[in-house]
């Protein structure tokens, strides 16, 4: 690394790492992609991984959620169609050499439900509950789940991605009004292709 | 007398109180209140002065960036994180790049990176002096609060001169840093690279920052008052620390050596010699000293990387318009907070699909209602400035 | 003239409305003094608008400022007490200058109690910071003036013990006759008198408790745990704003003056400076007191911008552990001094 | 790394009194606001400056403005051939350009991707209103501040 510290690690770094933790948990899939070590766990094992792995991993970095799904309010959709779900992952890591893993589950979109973790990792309380008010997961067993962010009363869950941003539906696009073609057009194709930079 | 003894005592006359068993008093402070910097709001039950629960309560400052940012484009964004962690701006900025360019497999220039973490480090001087000048003031000293911020100004306005920016800079673009701007008729487009007197101005400005560190060791941390104020109070157990995702100098202070400066690559620190400064107790005061401490090794950092400037480009060659192909990554920093973190997951669209946002005050903060439990109102005072959180980061 | 100014009552009358007018004229002085001391401390300019150069207005387009303001009582509050408490406070704190000496003449009464009375009288406002804790219906008041009477409890002791050294030495209570006392030469050196305040005769100790208590006393930092803006907001003074605040602020400033000028009476010499003839004292005496007075206000000040504050029991444990017992060793040493010498 | 604490006691009451007295004397560092002001440096993000001349009303400044607070309307003109005898060439003409201030972050990408150099940063900074309407400026408003932009930094040499 000290020739070209500005290099992305190389792949079978964290494949290696991702391996080595997925087998102690009997992970169904692992993956290294981008430098990113993760294992992806059944939700019935859920706990009992993070309880593995505690003892290795003990730094609880976060919890989260991803809605996957085709039909989406904001931003784009995904390039495939995908099946609907929610992906609820943790990552974790080590004190000493910093590495870490993001464990990853699906649960059913219908019946959003996962065991609490409160109990292995006292920090994901909060988590659990900000995931709970914007996607809609259940934690069973989780001994305070209200809104954490949220008002009171608020309905929906905002993070899901059928949830629409209000605050690009009430106001029109400035940017719709086409007095001509955009001069620009042409060079932003090109400049696409060419992989020409920016403003040199 | 040793710390030990002094919390042994402090707890001791924290009982007393207790067993005169008088109806409890619901004190809310916050969420507008002096202490909280900003809209934190503690819902307290007080015995006499001593709190028997509290529960934070967040949320006031939500401004929803995960789902905002869903419907922005990469460089949008970068100005966006920017203000999750205002007082340390740049420094949030820097994570979401690397991961975007991890994602589309880009290297930024060695010059780009260079100068992304000198201004790293002056967002971490920044960050930290706010808290060794706010700090005091929540223990009743106003004073260090200027001397501290006086030097603080300096940094700024480096960091003005190079991005334009004081607070929120959106210097960094994918590939690198902001290459160009417009700048006025005659001159049009602009090389935004370090401008003349850069880097002599930097020098002098880590002289008065290493200056106001001294000053803040004689007028807050040697002071009899402050020691009392501090020591053995708000102890963070290591354990606990880990378990509830307290890091960066809230970590360090209970005794863990964690830097992801040290173990990440996601900027060139390996170049440079510094250290990781700890604390032995984990208390209120070990995490001033570690902080004061931190500005003293950011310094060093910024000295060394000035004089190693390397030359070269702004920017990687990158498409005009930036579409990251299909992938997730997770990439954090050293944030002065502690670990900041994106996990970015891509579609292949100018956006991301999902971004979730893993900033170090809330986690650090979410180990109050542990810590307050049983302490008096001023302490919580004294506990609750020095876990030094911001409530853009908290609620993002 | 001279017969009307020597009956009583007009002379009487006559010297109240002069110190009404004159204490807060001071108080606004050591306001404008506090501003712009705690700015240069902090590398600050402070104020530089109202009045021109240096902003010397400042304090009186405050004043101005708090008495255009709506008078505003919470819906809760105990109306009476509420009303009544600032007006508690600046009658407590300025009813201690009717036994502060000036000169040997300027002074409203010399009661033979004086230190007494102004011991008593000082502790009046105390009752008013209660009064307005418990009235404003606010739980920050209440803790802010539970805390103000925990410390009232607490330094009321070390602040008489301290002045009981002083007393023992001169043999009086009386105001002009502990500075008579100070003005008696100690010993001769040749043909020369060499004259001392009590601060120089051993009263070392007892000064610096004096001092100590009477910032605890005038919730000064680093003991203002009943204001403790970043604990209580501003303890008993949150609910309080126009006219019942600027009350409370100049009380705070008059009480710097007082406890500044009992003090000075005390230790330092009040009105007498060695060298100063005796005659000239009449006219001279009020400027060398009000040195003195300038001098302790400067380092209440100082202090206050360079420390943090103590916690509620660190304060207590400060009181009873240390600075009682060395009030009361320090009577012990002065009585068993004056008896052998 | 343990910090270095003063071994007799009140040494570190003494030494915080002797740096706030230290300071008392020095000469403060704050300006007397609105009667001596601080010149913000050349690449400070104040308000953003309009070149009418140079706009095409592309509209790419409004479509990449991450909080929509710009606002662009045009027409097209023909303007008299160049050449005598030439085709008369269309040419877009500015309407309205709007910048609402009260949105606007400041973030600069407008500048950035203008590809016609019509938007300049000025580092100009009093222009705070009562009315939060007010901070709507029009093309007009927008281009009095051209005057104000200073010409770049001088780029540091190795």
Not at chain 2, 28 to 39: D, R
Not at chain 2, 323 to 331: D, H, I, L, W
Request: proline share 7%; with cysteine.
């Amino acid at each position: 690394m000290t020739e070209s510290p500005s290099e992305v690690p190389a792949a079978p770094v964290a494949v290696g790492i991702a391996e080595r933790y997925g087998e102690m948990v009997g992970a169904l899939s692992t993956s290294g992609d981008f430098a990113t070590p993760r294992i992806r766990v059944s939700p019935e094992s859920w706990v009992d991984t993070h309880r593995t792995l505690k003892e290795h991993l003990p730094f609880f970095s976060f919890l989260s959620a991803i809605h996957w799904s085709t039909e989406v309010a904001v931003g784009d959709p995904p390039e495939e169609e995908v099946e609907e779900r929610f992906e609820v992952f943790t990552r974790l890591s080590d004190v000493s050499k910093g590495e870490g893993v993001i464990i990853s589950t699906d649960i059913s979109k219908d019946d959003p439900r996962l065991p609490t973790l409160v109990g292995v990792f006292g920090g994901a309380n909060w988590h659990e509950r900000e995931a709970h008010e914007m996607f809609g997961i259940v934690f069973d067993g989780h001994p305070n789940l209200e809104l954490l962010y949220l008002p009171e009363g608020f309905e929906g869950y905002p993070l899901r991605k059928t949830f629409p941003l209000l605050s690009r539906e009430v106001k029109p696009w400035p940017g719709t009004v086409d007095v001509e073609d955009m001069p620009s057009t042409e060079n932003v194709e090109a400049g696409e292709e060419t992989g020409e930079v920016e403003g040199e | 007398m040793s710390d030990q003894h002094l919390l042994a005592m402090h707890h001791s006359e924290v009982q007393v109180s207790v067993e005169l068993e008088t109806p409890d008093v619901t004190l809310n402070l916050g969420p507008q209140h002096p202490s909280t910097h900003g809209v934190l709001r503690l819902v307290a039950k007080v015995d006499g002065e001593v709190i028997n629960e509290v529960e934070p309560v967040i949320g006031y400052m939500h401004r929803g960036y995960e789902k905002l940012a869903e419907v922005r484009t990469y460089p949008q964004i970068v100005a966006l994180v920017s203000r999750i962690d205002w007082v340390s701006g740049y420094a949030s900025e820097v994570p979401l790049m690397v991961a975007v360019e991890r994602l589309m497999e880009i290297d930024p220039p060695a010059r780009a990176q260079h100068i992304r973490l000198v201004l790293t480090e002056m967002a971490r001087i920044s960050s930290h002096l706010v808290f060794l000048s706010s700090y005091p003031l929540e223990l009743g000293a106003a004073t260090p609060l200027m001397h501290s911020l006086r030097e603080r100004e300096r940094v700024l306005d480096l960091i003005e001169m190079v991005t334009g920016g004081r607070f929120h800079p959106n210097f960094n673009r994918v590939g690198g840093v902001k290459p160009a701007a417009g700048a006025g008729s005659d001159q049009k487009k602009v090389v935004q690279d370090l401008p003349e007197g850069f880097s002599q101005q930097t020098l002098a400005a880590m002289d008065d920052v290493i200056g106001v560190c001294d000053d803040m060791e004689d007028l807050v941390l040697g002071n009899e008052i402050f020691v009392e104020r501090t020591r053995g109070v708000g102890i963070i157990p290591t354990d606990l620390a880990l378990e509830y995702g307290v890091s960066g100098p809230n970590l360090r202070a209970s005794g863990v050596m964690f830097d992801i400066r040290k173990t990440d690559d996601y900027l060139p620190y390996d170049r440079f010699d510094f250290d990781i400064p700890t604390g032995e107790n984990g208390d209120c005061f070990d995490r001033y000293h570690v902080r004061l401490q931190e500005i003293r090794q950011a310094a060093r950092i910024i000295r060394q990387a000035i004089e190693t400037m390397p030359e070269g480009d702004l920017q990687a060659k990158v498409p005009r318009i930036i579409k990251v192909p299909k992938g997730e990554t997770y990439v954090r920093a050293e944030n002065p907070k502690g670990e900041m973190g994106y996990h970015v997951v891509s579609e292949g669209g100018r956006g991301p699909y999902r971004l979730k946002i893993r900033s170090a005050s809330f986690s650090n903060l979410s180990v109050l209602p542990w810590l307050l439990k049983g302490q008096l109102v001023p302490d919580v005072i004294a506990i609750l400035g020095s876990l030094d959180f911001v409530l853009g980061d908290v609620d993002r | 003239m001279t017969a009307l100014f020597d009956s009583f009552w007009p002379l009487l009358v006559l010297k109240v409305l002069v110190i009404a007018a004159v204490i807060p004229g001071v108080a606004l002085v050591f306001i404008f003094a506090e501003l712009k001391i705690s700015a240069h401390m902090q590398s600050r300019i402070g104020p530089y608008f109202a009045g021109g150069r240096w902003g010397w207005a400042q304090p009186l387009a405050d004043g101005l400022k708090f008495m255009q303001k709506e008078d505003l009582v919470p819906e809760d509050a105990d109306r009476p007490v509420f009303k009544l408490a600032p007006m508690i406070v600046l009658m407590g704190t300025l009813a201690v200058f009717v036994i502060v000496p000036f000169s040997p003449k300027l002074i409203v009464r010399d009661l033979d109690v004086g230190v007494f009375y102004a011991l008593a009288a000082g502790s009046v406002t105390t009752i008013g910071v209660l009064m307005a804790g418990w009235s404003s219906a606010n739980k920050y008041s209440l803790m802010g003036g539970l805390r103000a009477g925990a410390q009232l409890i607490a330094y009321e002791l070390p602040l008489i013990l301290a002045v009981v050294g002083v007393v023992i030495q001169a043999g009086t209570m009386s105001m002009n006759g502990i500075v008579a006392a100070q003005i008696e030469p100690v010993f001769h050196l040749g043909d020369f008198a060499i004259r001392l305040p009590f601060l120089l005769q051993g009263q070392v100790i007892g000064f610096a408790i004096f001092m100590i208590a009477a910032l605890a006393e005038l919730n000064r930092t680093p003991f203002d745990m009943p204001i403790a803006e970043s604990e209580l907001v501003m303890g008993y003074l949150t609910e309080y704003s126009g006219i019942r605040f600027t009350m409370f602020f100049l009380a705070e400033y008059a009480g710097m003056f007082s406890m500044s000028a009992i003090a000075a009476t005390l230790f330092l010499g009040g009105y007498y400076l060695p060298g100063v003839p005796a005659g000239a004292l009449d006219w001279l005496g009020p400027l060398i007191l009000m040195g003195k007075v300038t001098l302790l206000v400067f380092i209440i000040i100082w202090l206050r911008w360079t420390f943090p504050r103590l916690r509620e029991d660190q304060l207590q444990s400060l009181a009873w552990r240390w600075l009682i017992p060395l009030a009361l060793a320090n009577i012990a040493v002065t009585a068993v001094a004056k008896v052998v010498f | 790394m343990a910090p270095k604490m003063p071994t007799i006691p009140g040494t570190g009451l003494l030494k915080g009194m002797w740096l706030t007295l230290r300071t008392l004397f020095k000469k403060p560092v704050t300006i007397n606001y609105p009667k001596e002001k601080e010149v913000p440096v050349a690449r400070a993000r104040g308000v953003i400056a309009l070149d009418i001349e140079a706009c095409t009303v592309c509209m790419l400044c409004a479509r990449e403005c991450p909080d929509w607070c710009i606002y662009i309307e045009g027409h097209k003109e023909l303007q008299p051939p160049s050449k005598p005898g030439g085709r008369p060439r269309s040419r877009a003409t500015l309407d309205r350009f709007d910048i609402d201030y009260a949105l606007c972050m400041y973030c600069g990408i407008c500048v950035e991707v203008c590809p016609f150099d019509a938007l300049f940063w000025s580092p100009e900074y009093e222009y705070s209103e009562g009315k939060i309407s007010d901070m709507l400026h029009d093309k007009e408003r927008l281009t009095e501040w051209l005057a104000t932009v200073p010409a770049p930094p001088p780029l540091e040499k190795s």
